[in-house]
């Protein structure tokens, strides 16, 4: 069994996604039903929807659309990362509204989109740290300039349960092993982090990478982070960028041959299903 905790759904008809007109490849409607045909293929069984970085009107929106689709017969959906905005003073009402929905199952701000002090400002720690304690994760979606604030906000914020997306986004393509490296063994020293292995490649060469292109990556974010704090994620439809969903499950397969099955089933789904209480 395979849990995806990294699945973003594009509906234009009913969200506006400012980035995507940046990203022509991305811009159109990505379905669940595309999804689903793909992961089930692939030997996902379950899933947890990612926010998609929506127009800031449209966060609740998503929200209600999302639990909309899981209601669906056969969804794989089973719960979602939901879009926050922490440096804003409407964040506490926002988990207050969320908290005792057992859907959502955590927050995303993605941070490199804005400028890199903002999760150093006193507001985003102060709301980060409202939660701690609700059972609820921050997902930190951070490019490797910023590890340094990511470290700091986490040091902020000890009790609450970070979860560090894509291997800390390194630098596959331009064979940037540092000081990524360094910066993943510093962030696996906070207990309170868990590393996801989640679409790395659509941070290689779409033309050249293979198993051993990755292996560096994804067994240095393994060591650092130990077995019982990884999690996995497709980061679909992003990882069509570097190959699709099927060459990225292969490629894990692959990365993962040398595991135990209980080590396997940890990544693959053990913890996650441990984390966001998925039973």
Known sequence: MIVDTHLHLIDRTVLRYPWLAGVPALDRDFSQDDYALEARRAGIEAALFMEVDVDAADIETELAHIEGLA????????????SCRPEEAGFAAWLDKVRANSFVKGFRRV?????????????????????????????????????????ALVDAAPD??????????????????????????????????????????????????????????????????????VVWGSDWPVCMLGGGLLGWVAATHALLAGASENER???????ATRLWRLE
């Open 71 to 82: 209601r669906q017969p056969g969804s794989l959906l089973r719960g979602a990362i939901v």
């Open 111 to 151: 941070l490199h989109v804005v400028p890199d002090d903002v999760s150093e400002r006193s507001l985003f720690r102060e709301n980060v740290r409202r939660i701690a304690g609700t059972g609820l994760t921050f997902d930190l979606c951070v490019l490797p300039r910023q590890m340094r604030q990511a470290l």
């Open 160 to 229: 609450v349960p970070f979860v560090l997306d894509h291997c800390g986004v390194p630098d596959i393509k331009g064979d940037g092993e540092h000081p990524w490296k360094e910066q993943i063994a510093e962030m696996a020293k906070r207990p309170n982090v868990v590393g996801k292995i989640s679409g790395v490649v659509a941070y290689a060469d779409p033309e050249t990478w293979t198993v051993e292109t990755l292996r560096p990556y994804v067994g240095h974010t393994i060591e650092s982070f130990g077995w019982d704090r």
């Open 265 to 271: 089933m940890k990544l693959l789904s053990g913890n």
